[in-house]
């Protein structure tokens, strides 16, 4: 099997060559993360300069590499830069979940989006902030888990969040606002925007956020396209 490898925490992130060598047992890994945090960044790509990338040693028999720019635009040069192609694509772990609402503006779940369009099979997985490391222990479950149940085969990307204390697995679909959101002045006219988890559970196993409140490994099916296809075909009976 051959892995690509991104994430939006950047290449020093701790968990990353831990997973890489994680990775490494199930074939070949290469690895193209950003050269510093981009959280927050979507499926952004930097098409107006030119961009550092450093070959880097990250992992035993790993082919690594540093990149001044989105993750998107890692996957991107993983693909048509290094002309590689691959069977799979990991972006993450990240630090902090990504659930409901939230997950349109992540850089994890952009990566794995931008492999769609490139021909990619994708996984996005992502934690809380304290359980970085501690999460990848549960990496052999979720991967029997969907070679058991032939995930891949039934479709080609997926956001996986992992939480503390696992009971099992949950198919879920995405649930709403999982964060506040407020500006918080700083001073000397500065602002900083701030946000805290939203405590409403409405005990429903299939939403991705209820799912993780109550120790369930949220598997949910991704799609990158932004068509409503249930508008489309209403509208177009139209015509």
Known sequence: MRILITNDDGISSPVLPLLATKLSELGKVTVVAPKMEQSGMSQAIDFSREV????V??????????MDSTPADCVRFGVTGLKKEYDLLISGINKGYNLGDDIVYSGTIGAIFEGARLGLRGIALSTDFDNLIPSLAHWDAIYAFLKEKAL?????????NIPHTVKGFAITRQGGMFYSDDFEYRGNDKYIQVGAPIEYDTCDLTVDIDAI?????????????RTDFVAFEKLKALQ
């Open 213 to 225: 409140r109550h120790n369930y490994i949220s598997i949910t099916p991704m799609t990158a396209a």
């Open 152 to 160: 891949l085969s039934h479709h080609s990307l997926y956001n996986i």
């Open 57 to 66: 040693d990250l992992a035993p028999n790993v082919e690594a590499y540093a």
């Open 52 to 55: 550092e990338i450093k070959r």
